[in-house]
């Protein structure tokens, strides 16, 4: 199929919560051959099942036509890996580093107390191609219309490519309440909708559109669903299963 009519299916911030991503992707009817999945980042913390939601975007990833951008979670969990600096560590484990620790590790492996130096050489044996494939991650994605990223852009930077990656990962108010010196419509997670319009749909704005459902505090995982143009929106609820 031409790469130009695909149906593109975004999703973010899935945050470990993996059975709403498999229901998501049935509930949209998501075909690996025929559509085109875009993965804005924050795949880990909060949620129970950070490993499994890995697992299965490499394996969608290595297979099929699949965009898998990176998120500020995704980094946290990286660079607490991959680094000794204790400001990483404290980072990572204050925002929901603790769940993803136990995906990986198990629920019973700090059970004779916290030992974070374990916990991360488990992790680097045993599940080394997951390092590999987060640090391979992208800031971004481009089609003709569209430009996806985890946070949003800069809008001080003339060259929209010119933003810092940090504030790629990071940026909130200032890309949110200004417009980007770009004429494509920029799709982003980072921030959950209920925080930009009262309520977890998908936030539609000028030049903007905010994916972010909050699954992870109780609410839903949103699917923004592009076809020939136009949007559709799919959600499925995360209240049951949210680690809030």
């Not at 975004?10 to 049935?26: C, T, W």
């Not at 010119?162 to 990071?170: A, F, S, Y």
């Amino acid at each position: 199929m031409n790469q130009q009519n695909k149906r593109i299916l975004a999703i973010s911030d899935i945050h470990g919560m993996y059975d709403q991503f498999i229901k998501l992707l049935e509930k949209v009817n998501y075909s690996p051959t025929q559509d085109k999945l875009i993965l804005l980042g924050d795949y880990v913390d909060r949620g129970k099942k950070s490993k499994e939601v890995i697992e299965k975007i490499i394996e969608l990833a290595n297979t099929y036509d699949v965009v898998v951008l990176r998120g500020n979670h995704d980094q946290m969990f990286l660079d607490w890996l991959i680094t000794n600096d204790g400001m990483n560590e404290f980072n990572f484990f204050r925002n929901g580093g603790l769940q993803t620790v136990e995906s990986y590790c198990g629920l019973d492996f700090f059970d004779s107390g916290i030992d974070t130096i374990k916990a991360k050489n488990f992790i680097l044996k045993h599940c080394k191609h997951h390092v590999d494939f987060l640090k391979e991650l992208s800031y971004f994605y481009e089609t003709n219309d569209f430009i996806f990223v985890h946070a949003g852009l800069n809008p001080n930077y003339e060259n929209w490519r010119l933003t810092p990656h940090e504030d790629m990962l990071w940026i909130r108010n200032l890309f949110h309440y200004h417009p980007t010196k770009t004429d494509k419509t920029i799709v982003f997670g980072h921030t959950p909708c209920i925080n930009l319009h009262g309520k977890p749909n998908i936030w539609f704005a000028d030049d903007k559109i905010g994916i972010d459902g909050g699954t992870a505090y109780g609410y839903q995982l949103n699917c923004l669903e592009i076809t020939d143009g136009k949007y559709t929106q799919h959600f499925i609820s995360s209240k049951e299963d949210a680690n809030v």
